[in-house]
């Protein structure tokens, strides 16, 4: 992916990618259903055009964090079951249900909240979550995840639709807690299956489902594999996964620095011999985390060259060599492949001390996200 004209600060989205990560996690599952999760603007890639791409490779529901993304998902015109994470106040219980999302509920408060507020003719579809060890929404009690599903089933105006829970270290392979938490679903599950046979029994997401055949269910809330990066934080091709973003800026100078010299903020960086700095117009304001400065390296004319000085709000100054061939108005490429080098957002996370949830989440609405330029080259 290769930007033809100068392009300030720019995330190309191969939503390609995403349909076809989405396909690839669904013939993992079987016959398990895949729920892509587009919370958080699609993890920094776009909620809807990733919805409509993971529809299109395989998925049967959406999950987001909020109401408000449940409704902006809605006006977009995405039409699937969509299932609200996050925890709801009246006002967000309002909203999602005129979205015609389902709901997480772990109280009987809430469930009789959610009973008043629903209609009859349209009944709120209730996920009973069972917090087996994630320590965050949930109930520890099983007794009170059925108790809560049984009022449900009683309820005019309610509907038990699914049993789930959520895993707090499916990434970290060597961790047996992972196998503790299962250890805990699986009879509250199977209980909750015979009670509610239409009901829908997820657990995993994407590192748990990668992980384990016996943690899909029946569904497998999958975020992070869909837009092509690890779960495990070391390298999406290994899975093959195909990462669906770049990060893209352009040299808007390049200027000679002497030693004694320095670029940026606090005079951080001063070159050991005569060099060529080139100046990106983009920043942390754009989410190139300040944390990468003097670590990251970005890709230039097929190369990496080192990012140099601390990073600005607005400006990224990067060492490009004595008699450099780097010109002004080059494209640069801060996240994605260049000929054969490619800079991963797993990369960039473990340097700026983060995981690649944050790196690509992270990148602001400033940045315009659009389709690839070029075609991806296989
Ligand atoms: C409850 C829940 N399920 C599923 C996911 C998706 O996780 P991942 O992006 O690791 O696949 C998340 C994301 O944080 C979540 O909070």
């Known amino acids: 992916m290769t ?16 349909e076809r ?6 013939a993992r599952l079987q016959d398990a259903e895949l729920c892509a999760v587009v919370k958080a603007d699609g993890y920094g890639h776009g909620a809807t055009a990733c919805a409509a791409a993971a529809v299109a490779g395989g998925a049967t529901w959406l999950a987001v964090a909020t109401a408000a993304e449940a409704a902006d998902l809605r006006r977009d015109g995405v039409g699937e079951r969509l299932l609200v994470l996050g925890a709801l106040t009246r006002a967000d219980l309002e909203l999602a249900l005129t979205a015609d999302a389902d709901l997480v509920a772990w109280r009987e408060d809430f469930a009789r909240l959610a009973a008043e507020v629903a209609s009859g003719d349209r009944p709120a579809r209730l996920h009973v979550k069972l917090d087996t060890g994630m320590g965050r929404l949930g109930t520890r009690d099983p007794a009170e995840a059925l108790r809560v599903a049984a009022f449900a089933q ?10 789930m829970t959520h895993f707090a ?18 009879p509250v599950a199977e209980e909750f299956r015979r009670l509610y046979p239409q009901a829908v029994v997820h657990a995993a997401n994407s590192s ?19 837009y092509g990066l690890d779960p495990f934080g070391k390298d999406a091709l290994e899975h093959g996964l195909e990462p669906a973003l770049e990060l893209h800026s352009y040299v808007a100078d390049v200027k000679e620095v002497a030693p004694g010299e ?43 060259r080192r990012v140099v000085g601390t990073i600005s709000m607005d400006n ?19 996240i994605g492949a260049q ?22 989440t992270g990148i602001s609405p400033r940045v315009p996200r659009l389709p690839p330029i070029a075609p991806r080259v296989p």
């Open 3 to 18: 930007a033809t004209a100068p392009a300030r600060a720019v995330a190309y989205v191969d939503t390609g990618a995403v």
């Open 21 to 26: 990560n989405c396909a690839l996690l669904k």
């Open 154 to 163: 009683a309820a005019d105006t309610l509907e038990p639709a699914g049993l």
């Open 169 to 186: 270290t499916a990434d970290v392979l060597e961790s047996r807690f992972f196998d503790e938490q299962l250890a805990r679903f699986t």
């Open 208 to 226: 748990a489902m990668l992980r384990s055949r016996g943690a899909h269910f029946d569904m497998a809330r999958c975020g992070i594999a869909i």
């Open 262 to 304: 320095t670029v940026g903020y606090g005079r951080t960086w001063s070159p050991p011999s005569p060099t060529n700095v080139a100046v990106l117009p983009l920043g942390y304001g754009d989410g190139y985390r300040r944390a990468l400065s003097n670590k990251a390296d970005v890709l230039i004319r097929g190369r990496r």
């Open 316 to 334: 990224v100054t990067v060492d490009v060599g004595p008699d450099t061939d780097v010109r002004r108005h080059d494209d640069v490429t801060l």
């Open 339 to 360: 000929d054969a080098e490619r800079v991963s957002a797993e990369e960039l996370a473990r340097l700026a001390d983060t995981i690649n949830f944050e790196i690509a």
